[in-house]
């Protein structure tokens, strides 16, 4: 048995248009500049407080608000917002649809907050593709503390060396490496606007329907 672990955002989906908007109606909602796609792209990986918070340092507008009437703002955006226009990149379906078949298990390790992680699974109707799912609220720790990897493991009942995690970023690569798991990244997502190259991943690929051939070799 074996088990492949993904990253969420920019991974396996895109969702930093509808993460964007969320943010946006936010700002908006307490007189702060609008950002970018782009920007909200470049932020991606922390976790969606994480986020909001950037966003907000980085636009003019008053500055005095309590945060969290601002994140309850957020919340409510983005919970309108989560799954409506984002969308899994090229030939991840099917990736996940060989893999299973393979007899791999699957688990999602991402640092966005649970309510919305199940949100946008929900309406891609990937839920199910998934043996365990963990996101940056699940436990007392999120990427890149090697610990969430550790657990997915313990609770499959499999070693670091019965595994693969495939992300996008250098949060992925640096929680990967500290677990003791190959890392192979993809080139397409989001690594807060760095090459990822730059991060040393075992392997960069451009396309994620190479990951169950890592299996063939253990």
Not at 97 to 114: D, F, P
Not at 186 to 202: F, Q, T, W
Request: charged residues 25%; hydrophobic residues 40%.
């Amino acid at each position: 048995m074996a088990i492949v672990m993904y990253d969420l955002d920019g991974t396996l989906l895109d969702t930093a248009g509808e993460i964007a908007e969320a943010v946006n109606h936010t700002l908006s909602d307490f007189g702060h500049e609008l950002v970018t796609e782009q920007q909200v792209r470049d932020w991606i990986g922390h976790g969606t407080g994480w986020l909001m918070k950037t966003a907000w340092q980085h636009t003019q507008g008053p500055m005095d608000a309590p945060w969290d009437k601002v994140m309850e703002r957020f919340v409510m955006h983005y919970e309108k917002t989560a799954g409506t226009h984002s969308s899994a990149f090229p030939h991840v379906l099917d990736t996940l649809k060989r893999a299973r078949e393979a007899g791999l298990k699957q688990a999602v390790v991402t640092n966005k907050e649970s309510r919305f992680t199940a949100r946008v699974l929900e309406q891609h109707g990937l839920i199910d593709a998934f043996d365990m799912i963990i996101s940056g609220d699940s436990l007392p720790v999120k990427k890149p503390n090697p610990a969430v990897i550790d657990h997915c493991l313990a609770q499959m009942g499999l070693s670091a060396g019965e595994a693969l995690f495939v992300g996008d970023s250098e949060i992925d690569v640096a929680t990967a490496k500290s677990a003791g798991v190959v890392c192979w990244a993809v080139n397409y997502g989001y690594n807060l606007g760095r090459p990822i190259e730059d991060a040393k991943p075992d392997r960069v690929i451009s396309d994620i329907r190479d990951v169950p051939s890592f299996f063939r070799a253990l």
